[in-house]
């Protein structure tokens, strides 16, 4: 193989840098409108009375949509639902009446010859609400929270395992600590937005900020009652998505609202602070329980987790289910509850659930090391598990000890002093901490289409979305390889709802899911060459079957004599054909026998300015098994983001709201921290071997997630062993080290 596994460069990097690249608000067509929204001020109550004239009255101002003027939608709320929407619920509805239930909601939408007069006419119009009593303060709220019912969630936590609360009361050595994770917002470059192109006969072409394009169409074809010829949804290129854009977002929904009232070409584009009234990892209380024998060996585990959700949808996540399947445990007891708040819908952010529970329980895990006087890598090997404890089912495979191994040795663990604030550099308080990481490998059903001209160029098409993460280039890389070509001669086309059939692009599970269906495409394309190819009277591979061939350098090669071959071009030719085209998928498997996971192992140090307290995080090692790495640029360069994330997470990011409103007030980059250059320092990032025979043909699994489990918490455990201050509840900011 001359590109799997290898580092290959970026297939859109260039397109990337020059700008060739279009995002959705980039499309043009010569009679656009621009559209600008109208936030609600109000979290909760009605409007009363909207009066759009004096926004009316400004030149270029085209027209001005409310829930009282605008094209009929249907009242029927499972309209609205999506692929990635949660279970029961009822989605949001934008423009549908004047009921308010969030702070930031779209009321209107003004429409106009340019961007900067709709937003400013927007700002003209005038609005009077009828305002009630809002609760938006998860800590407030936290005891009227409801369990996860079976009913409705298909994401229960793990069943109970023994009897926890009295393994727990009886446990030589145990902690119990409540960790808090508060809301934190997606934040790619890119800001949510839609060109919606009018073609004159009702049809349309969209182009939006989606990780799924056919997951849109459906959406739109649902809301608007629309044929699924006569929406195209594009999106061929994206500044990044994190799970911001799993959901059709109500920029597309007010974009095509508009341009179907207008019959013109339409663009809508959020501002970051509306990006902030939409999408974002819900706050969430996480109280962790570890009961264990004096030799380190749990005896009980509990984790409840409590997070918020909307009035309207109840999103969860499996915050808890990693407690119970990553370490050897017979006393295991979970559970999940959610309040609802007067918010927006959580919703899907890098490891949903993983970032949050695993945060908590690898805290939690430290903590107990320290109360046991243990190392903390040690900790873990005492409790590893080689079986998923909630299912009590195998892994495909896990190679987390080694990541323990191999992370530890390249941090220098070894050279650890266990006492905490007994490790200084230059007047620093240094701290070394580790954790855990774990996320799921799952593929999804993605088609794929390739093909292949007698000149031995090839095109590969699938609706996919690449969010930036690579997905170009291991579509070209494992074709390349599969067909024996250079990678120079394949071309991939993504992103757009005419193309083969894909899931959205999220759960790490796209990389993987392609490559295996290229592998089926590429063997039937293979097994159609060879049929070529033995057309005819003198055929040199007459007597080869299917499995005795391999393409290699543009050719049909016998694998017993590789002397013996046909060129893709004489293979076309004996058949008479120009081109050859096939498309197959790949085959998920639904089987229950085993779990599928990715792991880690994360190693930190932070340096602490005891006086003024600033934390520097000046070194981060992750050791990753996921499978067999695909590109190890693009893998290494996923990990590197993710860790960059979790550093976030640790030190920075959190959606802070006015309660008094139930406004988010730090709705925009200068007061919402994300790391910064200045940052971030050395990440080392290590793949470890793991071979996997049994999870898909090639032994895939994705990592856009795994790389951000556990940062967070072994941040924060360094922080720990720097300062000797335990803080639970994140970001850990400087105020919280001096308290
Ligand atoms: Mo990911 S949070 O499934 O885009």
Sequence with gaps: MAYIGNSVSRADG???????????????????????????????????????????????????????????????????????????????????????VFNGQPIAVVIADSSEVARGAASLVRVEFAPEAHATDLEREQDKAFPLSNDTFALMPSKPRGDA???????????????????????????????????????????????????????????????????????????????????????????????????RSVRLVLTRPQMYSLSYRPGTFARVALGAKADGTLDAISHEAVAMTSQFEAFARKDTIWAGALYKCANTTFSHKLARLDVSTPGDMRAPGAASGVYALECAMDELAVALKLDPVELRNRNYSDRDQNADIPFTSKALRECYRRGAAAFGWERRNPEPRSMRDDGDLVGWGMATGIWEAIDNLFTVRVALTANGHVEVTCAASDLGTGTYTVMAQVTADLLGLPIENINVRLGDSTLPQAQVAGGSWTASSVANALDNTCAELRAELLRLAQTGPGSPLANSGPQDVVLAGGSIVSKRDPTISVSVADAMRRGNVERIERQASNAPSQDEKYARNTHSAIFAEVKVDEQLGVIRVTRVVSAVAAGRILNTKTARSQILGSVVMGIGMALHEQTLTDHRFGRIVNANFAEYHVPVNADIHDIEVIFVDEPDTIINPLGTKGVGEIGIVGVAAAVANAVYHATGKRVRDLPITLDKLQS
């Design 14 to 100: 260039r397109a990337k840098v020059t700008g060739a690249a279009k995002y959705s608000a980039e499309f043009n067509d010569p009679n656009l409108a621009y559209a600008s929204v109208l936030s609600s001020t109000i979290a909760k109550g009605r409007i009363l009375r909207i009066d759009a004239s004096a926004a009316l009255r400004v030149k270029g101002v085209i027209d001005v949509l409310t829930h009282q003027h605008r094209p009929p939608m249907p009242d029927n709320d499972q309209a609205y639902h999506d692929d990635v929407a949660p279970e029961g619920g009822s989605p949001f509805r934008p423009l549908y009446d004047g009921n308010i």
């Design 165 to 263: 609360t009295k393994a727990f009361a009886l446990a030589a050595v145990r902690h119990d600590a409540e960790y808090f994770i508060p809301v934190e917002h997606h934040n790619p470059m890119e800001l949510y937005g839609t060109t919606v192109i009018w073609h004159g006969d009702g049809k349309l072409t969209v182009y939006d900020k989606t990780q799924g394009v056919q997951n849109v169409q459906r959406y739109l074809c649902s809301v608007f009652g629309m044929k699924p010829d006569d929406v195209r949804v594009m999106g061929p290129y994206m500044g990044g998505g994190f799970g911001s854009g799993l959901r059709p977002q109500y920029n597309v929904a007010l974009a095509v609202l508009a341009a179907r009232a207008l019959q």
